[in-house]
Nanobody
């Protein structure tokens, strides 16, 4: 069972930035996880994908709502995937989750929640106006 751990959430004013981190536990390399995605869930809303990275080739994918503001990167030396979030707005406030799909390489269904077999517990991001 893969354990994913997120960190880096917090409170920030609109226009500010945060960087979230996602790392598998020590026994797993993120390369084996194939596709790592960041999802968020706002109160009363369904969980939605915001960014994903295919760890094997480095291809990245973004939801339209965050393109140009969020950047997903991977650091092999740290065995960590990061989500840099800039120009934050109150609409970005949500619980952010890291997830891994070891079976597919961020395929066309990369935003489908059920495609991801492993999830972290989430980290809260709050953006005030």
């Amino acid at each position: 069972q893969v354990q994913l751990v997120e960190s880096g959430g917090g409170s920030v004013q609109a226009g500010g930035s945060l960087r979230l981190s996602c790392a598998p536990d020590a026994s797993d390399s993120f390369y084996s996880l194939n596709c790592i995605g960041w999802f968020r869930q706002r109160p009363g809303k369904e969980r939605e994908g915001v960014a994903a990275v295919y760890t094997g080739g480095g291809s990245t994918y973004y939801a339209d709502s965050v393109k140009g503001r969020f950047t997903i990167t991977q650091d092999s030396t740290e065995n960590t995937v990061y989500l840099q979030m800039d120009s934050l707005t109150p609409e970005d406030s949500a619980m952010y989750y890291c997830a891994a799909d070891p079976l597919r390489g961020c395929s066309a269904t990369r935003w489908v929640v059920s495609e991801y077999g492993y999830w972290g517990r989430g980290t809260q991001v709050t953006v005030s106006s």
